[in-house]
């Protein structure tokens, strides 16, 4: 029973007879004639070896531990899959997402570049002796003098950001 469960857990823990030797400190052979059942570990290595397992020692000594089987792993695998499939779905959603958002600011800042264009700056020409107009034409101003000076930054941000998000074939 002992020797059935060392194999069994030591399987389940991906651990070759090798790699569980040097966990126990013990030479492979000794892990080998274990899981045969031609020997067994004194007290002092079976602790070490329900450490190296991460299995409590009433485990090792108790009860046969069953190996997982084809199906349950396939089983598991295809859980992962499908997860791991919602993933990549999720991610190519907000890509897209924030794909299309780039290229709408890039059409924002072009737009609003045509209207400043257009409209050229009409408040220079207001009566700037009223306190309302003034307070007006000087946000104004201050709104163009910063978009001028920023908006182009942040168009050649928005156009990288484009290409770098574009859905690649």
């Given at each position: 029973m002992?020797n059935?469960?060392?194999?069994?857990?030591?399987?389940?823990?991906?651990?070759?007879?090798?790699?569980?030797?040097?966990?126990?400190?013990?030479?492979r052979?000794?892990?080998?004639?274990?899981?045969q059942?031609?020997?067994?570990?004194d007290?002092d290595?079976?602790?070490?070896?329900?450490e190296a397992?991460?299995t409590?020692v009433?485990t090792?000594?108790?009860?046969?531990?069953?190996?997982?089987?084809?199906?349950?792993?396939?089983?598991?695998?295809?859980?992962?899959?499908?997860?791991?499939?919602?993933?990549?779905r999720?991610k190519?959603?907000?890509?897209?997402?924030?794909?299309?958002s780039l290229i709408?600011v890039c059409?924002i800042?072009v737009?609003l570049?045509a209207?400043?264009?257009?409209v050229?700056?009409?408040?220079?020409g207001?009566d700037?002796?009223?306190?309302?107009?003034?307070v007006?034409?000087v946000?104004i101003?201050?709104f163009?003098?910063?978009?001028?000076?920023?908006?182009?930054?942040?168009?050649?941000?928005?156009?990288?950001?484009?290409?770098?998000?574009?859905?690649?074939?």
């Amino acid at each position: 029973m002992l020797n059935e469960n060392i194999k069994a857990i030591r399987k389940s823990k991906g651990l070759s007879q090798q790699e569980l030797a040097v966990k126990v400190n013990v030479v492979r052979q000794t892990i080998s004639k274990w899981e045969q059942g031609l020997s067994v570990p004194d007290s002092d290595l079976l602790i070490a070896l329900s450490e190296a397992l991460e299995t409590p020692v009433s485990t090792l000594l108790g009860e046969t531990v069953v190996e997982a089987k084809a199906d349950e792993v396939k089983a598991l695998s295809e859980k992962l899959e499908i997860i791991n499939l919602q993933f990549a779905r999720r991610k190519a959603h907000r890509r897209a997402a924030l794909h299309w958002s780039l290229i709408i600011v890039c059409g924002i800042i072009v737009a609003l570049f045509a209207v400043l264009l257009v409209v050229s700056s009409p408040y220079l020409g207001w009566d700037y002796s009223a306190p309302e107009t003034a307070v007006m034409g000087v946000a104004i101003h201050v709104f163009e003098w910063g978009f001028v000076r920023l908006a182009p930054f942040a168009l050649i941000v928005a156009l990288v950001g484009v290409f770098l998000t574009r859905k690649k074939a």
